[in-house]
């Protein structure tokens, strides 16, 4: 289902409260801020804070305060993803319902250690789009008798995406709407690239994946403008999205901005941290000059 374009846009920016904001964050929340006051739209913002050992409300209290210097205003209240789990729980359960999922039990050195030892074998073990190595059957392939037995045990498991499964629940291939500078796509998905994907971790609730289409879904959002590094995962998005009826936004995955050896910014480069140039002197209109708009 796509969003009717009768609709007002709605806009979001998303950032996770487990670091300070940097010139990348900037883009993105700026790019959606001008976007909605462009086209009449509404600006949301919302905090990914499912990852409760790594967010604090330190972090989300200097993002507030980087936003509004920025002279960026969004509605209020802000939602927190901490104080959902219930919403994502209860998708989880449709989806378990329906056979989708299975209890993932194996750590990150087994599913390593399988990679390795197939690959020693002769056969390249599939990596997915950022890089890690898929989810072996293990698990998938289990008998109901073993996965109830090991979890009567208590052994730590996630939830992962039966992706097999899924993909032949849906009728035909999966798109989605991409809204570039040289104009508007249709790009061809390819969930399949990513595996068995978590949809609900053994350490935190819920899943990047599970949460950020379920909160774009019952928040109304028309239009994501993201980084260029979640272009692939729009793939698994539009996935659950179908698998449970959810409404597609339209995606414009924006160009990253890249620290001066050519690598991606990150949390902990400080001297990118919009605190730390605001401290040193510069303006919102220099920000926005850094990173060219
Ligand atoms: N919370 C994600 C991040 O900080 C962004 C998610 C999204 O925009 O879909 O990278």
């Known amino acids: 289902m796509i969003a009717a374009d009768s609709q007002k846009p709605v806009f979001r920016f998303a950032p ?3 670091g300070p904001l940097h010139l990348g964050h900037a883009l993105s929340a700026m ?13 949301l913002l919302r905090m990914e804070d499912i990852d409760i050992a790594r967010c604090t409300p330190e972090f989300e ?8 210097w920025l002279g960026l205003g969004w509605e209020i209240p802000v939602r927190r993803q901490s104080e959902h789990v219930d919403a994502y729980r209860a998708v989880l359960d449709r989806l378990r319902q329906r056979g989708m999922l299975y209890p993932a039990f194996l750590t990150r050195g087994e599913v390593k250690a399988y990679a390795l030892a197939e690959e020693a074998r002769g056969t390249p073990w599939p990596r997915d789009p950022d890089g ?6 293990t698990d998938r392939d289990r008998s109901e008798t073993e996965r109830t037995r090991l979890l009567q045990s208590g052994a730590k498991h996630a939830w992962r995406l039966d992706m097999r499964r899924a993909l032949k629940s849906i009728a035909g291939p999966l798109h989605w709407i ?17 595996g068995d994907v978590v949809l609900w971790r053994s350490d935190a609730p819920s899943s990047y994946h599970l949460s950020v289409v379920v909160d774009d879904a019952l928040q109304g ?16 998005h539009r996935l659950l999205q179908t698998l ?6 339209t995606y414009r995955h924006h160009r990253l901005i890249l620290d001066g050896d050519g690598r991606k910014l990150s949390k902990s480069a400080g001297d990118t941290g919009l605190s730390a140039l605001r401290a040193d002197g510069l303006s919102p209109l220099d920000i926005r000059r850094l990173v060219g708009l």
């Not at 209290?61 to 509004?68: F, H, P, Q, T, W």
Request: hydrophobic share 40%.
């Open 16 to 18: 996770s409260p487990n």
């Open 31 to 43: 790019l959606n801020h001008d976007a909605a006051r462009a086209t009449g739209g509404r600006f």
């Open 61 to 68: 209290a200097v993002i507030y305060e980087d936003l509004a």
């Open 132 to 137: 890690a190595y898929l989810y072996p059957p």
């Open 178 to 194: 991409e809204r570039g500078d040289g104009g508007t796509v249709e790009v061809k998905a390819d969930p399949a690239a990513w």
């Open 221 to 236: 959002i028309t239009e994501v403008i993201r980084g260029r590094d979640l272009f692939q995962a729009t793939a698994v």
């Open 244 to 249: 449970l009826d959810l409404p597609a936004p």
